[in-house]
């Protein structure tokens, strides 16, 4: 009895090991949290003529970015440019004429992915800000 029993609990254990083995290794997920610290600031003006802000993370490399600024136009919207930022995440646009045109702008900060693989899956997402608006007088 004790024999039998033995048994059939090495069998199990021994078709638990085998499941455990064959499943495959979860990916461990983990996404940075990113935001335009203060807003996107005209720093001269009137007339605008340049603007800059800040990405924040609490992950340095989150920080360092490629930022694009986007005016909104009917159809398709207008690329004004775009800057990559250091790890302090400060960024600076300048107006591609005398000043910035009137209208509606919004920032686009692209996603970076830190470590891709079957093991590990980080990333910073993408970030798109709320619309300003810019006035000249």
């Known amino acids: ?31 940075f949290a990113r935001s335009v610290a203060g807003g996107f600031v005209p720093t001269t003006g ?6 800059s802000g800040k ?29 990559l930022t250091g790890l302090s995440g400060r960024f600076t646009f300048h107006s591609p004429g005398a000043q910035y045109d009137d209208g509606a702008y919004y920032l686009v900060v692209k996603k970076k992915v830190l470590s891709r693989n079957r093991f590990h899956n980080h990333f910073c997402p993408r970030l798109k800000t709320n619309s300003f608006t810019i006035t000249n007088p």
Do not use: Q
């Open 1 to 31: 009895m004790r024999l039998t029993r033995a048994i059939g609990v090495a069998g199990l254990v021994a078709v638990a090991l085998l499941l455990v083995a064959a499943m495959p290794a979860s990916a461990h997920f983990a996404r």
């Open 55 to 83: 990405v924040g993370s609490p992950k340095a490399t989150c920080r360092k970015a490629r930022v694009s600024l986007w005016k909104e136009a009917p159809g398709n919207d207008i690329n004004y440019g775009n800057v």
């Open 46 to 51: 009137p007339p605008y003529t340049s603007a």
